[in-house]
């Protein structure tokens, strides 16, 4: 069965860094995309970026290419999102999820982890 | 970037009647187009994938329509656990995929 498990909540002030973490298990991890997905409280999904964790090739959207970044260590199965310097603005819950395919063909998202809610407040 | 747009916002149905949920893309997707279900406190869960395929454990009340700029969510016959929010997403131009705003399905 394949699992995606993220890590728990976050508390944290502006300026603070973070760095969130989402583990695959129940399938071959280098060989499928995963992507992050925010969800801003009471809004819609916003596609982030996705990753291939076996070469670490990673796309960006535009609208968070240099906000955050993406990575992934395939030791552990382990795909990451991380903030160098959050704002009250990154309050949000964010999704890892899979691609159902192991290339780029179909980009729609099959499997979810549970989320992380972020919070940030001074 | 290519925009998704669905109406309603909101649909109010009574159980037992027919949903029917809009998803309109700014230009052609072709038909990679999918939707997500997605209850209070929870992740979103695959419906449909290529506009009218279900996804594995999906009952047949489910249906999905649309090729090009215009897109279909039907619910047949709605049971309880049904009322939710639906999300579009096109995968034809991307990364990045987009998603639409959602519809909230919710009783009549």
């Known amino acids: 069965e394949v699992q995606l498990v993220q890590s728990g909540a976050e508390v944290k002030k502006p300026g603070e860094s973070l760095k969130i973490s989402c583990k695959g298990s129940?399938?071959?991890?280098?060989?499928?995309?995963i992507g992050w997905v925010r969800q801003m409280p009471g809004k819609g999904l916003e596609w982030m970026g996705i990753i291939y964790p076996g070469d670490s090739d990673t796309r960006y959207s535009p609208s968070f290419q240099g906000q955050v970044t993406i990575s992934a260590d395939k030791s552990i199965s382990t795909a990451y999102l991380q903030w160098s310097s959050l704002k009250a603005s990154d309050t949000a819950m964010y999704y890892c999820a899979r691609l159902p395919l192991t290339g780029l063909t179909d980009g729609y998202f099959q499997h979810w982890g549970q989320g992380t809610l972020v919070t940030v407040s001074s | 970037e290519i925009v998704m747009t669905q109406s309603p916002a909101t649909l109010s149905v009574s159980p037992g009647e027919r949903a029917t949920l809009s998803c309109r893309a700014s230009?052609?997707?072709?038909?990679?187009l999918a939707w997500y279900q997605q209850k209070p406190g929870q992740a979103p869960r695959l419906l449909i994938y290529?506009?009218?395929t279900r996804a594995t454990g999906i009952p047949a009340r489910f249906s999905g329509s649309g090729s090009g700029t215009e897109f279909t969510l039907t619910i047949s016959s709605l049971q309880s656990e049904d009322f939710a929010v639906y999300y579009c997403?096109?995968?034809?131009?991307?990364?990045?995929?987009?998603f639409g705003q959602g519809t909230k399905l919710e009783i009549k």
């Open positions: 230009q052609s997707v072709s038909s990679n």
């Open positions: 997403q096109q995968y034809n131009n991307w990364p990045p995929d987009t």
């Open positions: 290529g506009a009218s």
């Open positions: 129940g399938y071959s991890f280098t060989s499928y995309w």
